[in-house]
């Protein structure tokens, strides 16, 4: 006998557990009600997902893959002449020790992504899916 002592609530169910319950559940053999049973998800959630599976609603998310990375020295623009008296500014007595704080992302047909080093990694991957679509 199984008490429930308190207010059930929904279960949140991640996308890749989702498509490997259907996919055990459309293996040869299978008995979807077993499946179904033994994941503790009712039958007919799991012929709900199945069907979002069958027409393309419910999808892996796209794996990150890596990208051939080439460090380059920064372009410079061509400076407007300095105004009289408006002084340009002293450059750092070591350049090297200077931090840029951008990313600078060139992709192959050669459009650049400027992003500041602390662009969440969610926003990053949603622009960078927007120019490759």
Same mark, same amino acid.
């Given at each position: 006998?199984?008490?429930?002592?308190?207010?059930?609530?929904?279960?949140?169910?991640?996308?890749?557990?989702?498509l490997?319950?259907?996919?055990?559940?459309?293996?040869?053999?299978?008995?979807?009600?077993?499946? +179904?049973? @033994?994941?503790?998800?009712?039958? =007919? *959630?799991?012929?709900?997902? &199945?069907k /979002?599976?069958?027409?393309?609603?419910?999808?892996?998310?796209?794996?990150?893959?890596?990208?051939?990375?080439?460090?380059?020295?920064?372009?410079?623009s061509?400076?407007?002449?300095?105004?009289?008296?408006?002084? +340009?500014? @002293?450059?750092?007595?070591?350049a =090297? *020790?200077?931090?840029?704080? &951008?990313? /600078?992302?060139?992709?192959?047909?050669?459009?650049?992504?400027?992003?500041?080093?602390?662009?969440?990694?969610?926003?990053l991957?949603?622009?960078?899916?927007?120019?490759?679509?």
């Amino acid at each position: 006998m199984e008490i429930i002592s308190g207010v059930e609530r929904r279960r949140r169910w991640r996308v890749e557990d989702k498509l490997r319950i259907v996919a055990e559940a459309e293996r040869p053999g299978a008995c979807f009600a077993e499946v +179904a049973r @033994r994941h503790e998800v009712s039958r =007919s *959630v799991l012929w709900s997902w &199945r069907k /979002e599976v069958r027409s393309g609603v419910l999808v892996a998310e796209e794996t990150p893959s890596f990208m051939p990375v080439q460090i380059a020295p920064e372009r410079t623009s061509m400076a407007a002449p300095p105004s009289a008296g408006i002084t +340009a500014p @002293r450059p750092a007595a070591d350049a =090297s *020790v200077e931090r840029d704080d &951008r990313i /600078e992302i060139v992709l192959a047909d050669g459009t650049a992504v400027r992003v500041p080093e602390t662009v969440g990694t969610a926003a990053l991957r949603r622009v960078l899916s927007a120019l490759r679509g």
